[in-house]
């Protein structure tokens, strides 16, 4: 009688396809938002990659404008009406508050160094808001789609447990294709949150470091205004 399980057993279908099929609906809703959720991950993943190395390389061109020894001036005329990059747009929004803050008889208004710093770190805040955008979906699959698998699971072996008691037959061919397919959300509970745990970690601390440069390059461009503040 056993042989004759282990063989009725060995002839089910255990692929994934098969087992997702035989799953009750719950489950198959279940994997089907952690499948979902992955594929967005990944997309992510990939876009915050392509962002991040096009933000290193547009950093990158502009300090070596900006350190050129071409005059301010000169070059705020150049990227003034269209800033292509963060740096860029960093720079023409305390060009812009340097320039305001300068009255019709060549004086300067009260508080422009506080009004150039503001101006600045707002552009900041809103590239550093940009980089961010969709790292939070990334901790949000890392924290919850293990959970979410294991409810598919539980779920599944409920059921399993259901068709047993119906069935009243604990055989290897009844419990067996059950706790598999149950088993199988977990899987994919991990399957999604492992990569969007690890990129998310990694991407936090790529847009750290580059925002870090933003304001880097900031203080060293309020410093140089700073120098001509007090020559003024």
Same mark, same amino acid.
């Given at each position: 009688?056993?042989?004759?399980?282990?063989?009725?057993?060995?002839?089910?279908?255990?692929?994934?396809?098969?087992?997702?099929?035989?799953?009750?609906?719950?489950?198959?809703?279940?994997?089907?938002?952690?499948?979902?959720?992955?594929?967005?991950?990944?997309?992510?993943?990939?876009?915050?990659?392509?962002?991040?190395?096009?933000?290193?390389?547009?950093?990158?061109?502009?300090?070596?404008?900006?350190?050129?020894?071409?005059?301010?001036?000169?070059?705020?005329?150049?990227?003034?009406?269209?800033?292509?990059?963060?740096?860029?747009?960093?720079?023409?929004?305390?060009?812009?508050?340097?320039?305001?803050?300068?009255?019709?008889?060549?004086?300067?208004?009260?508080?422009?160094?506080?009004?150039?710093?503001?101006?600045?770190?707002?552009?900041?805040?809103?590239? +550093?808001?940009?980089?961010?955008?969709?790292?939070?979906?990334?901790?949000?699959?890392?924290?919850?789609?293990?959970?979410?698998?294991?409810?598919?699971?539980?779920?599944?072996?409920?059921?399993?447990?259901?068709?047993?008691?119906?069935?009243?037959?604990?055989?290897?061919?009844?419990?067996?294709?059950?706790?598999?397919?149950?088993?199988?959300?977990?899987?994919?509970?991990?399957?999604? +949150?492992?990569?969007?745990?690890?990129?998310?970690?990694?991407?936090?601390?790529?847009?750290?470091?580059?925002?870090?440069?933003?304001?880097?390059?900031?203080?060293?461009?309020?410093?140089?205004?700073?120098?001509?503040?007090?020559?003024?």
């Amino acid at each position: 009688m056993e042989t004759e399980a282990l063989h009725m057993a060995g002839e089910i279908d255990f692929s994934l396809i098969a087992l997702f099929a035989r799953a009750s609906l719950t489950v198959q809703i279940v994997m089907l938002m952690l499948i979902a959720a992955s594929i967005w991950s990944w997309k992510i993943i990939v876009q915050k990659f392509i962002a991040y190395r096009a933000a290193r390389a547009e950093a990158e061109s502009f300090d070596a404008a900006f350190w050129s020894g071409e005059p301010l001036d000169e070059l705020f005329e150049t990227v003034a009406e269209a800033p292509q990059g963060a740096p860029e747009k960093i720079f023409v929004a305390g060009m812009a508050e340097w320039r305001r803050s300068h009255r019709q008889d060549g004086g300067l208004i009260a508080g422009a160094q506080a009004r150039i710093d503001r101006s600045m770190n707002v552009a900041i805040a809103k590239e +550093a808001e940009r980089l961010n955008g969709g790292l939070p979906f990334l901790a949000t699959v890392g924290s919850t789609a293990p959970f979410v698998g294991l409810f598919g699971t539980v779920w599944g072996i409920k059921v399993a447990f259901e068709e047993i008691a119906m069935s009243q037959n604990t055989s290897l061919v009844v419990v067996a294709p059950g706790i598999a397919e149950a088993l199988l959300a977990t899987g994919l509970g991990l399957l999604a +949150a492992i990569p969007a745990v690890v990129f998310y970690n990694k991407l936090s601390s790529d847009s750290d470091r580059i925002v870090g440069g933003y304001e880097a390059f900031a203080d060293e461009f309020a410093t140089i205004l700073s120098r001509q503040l007090d020559a003024d």
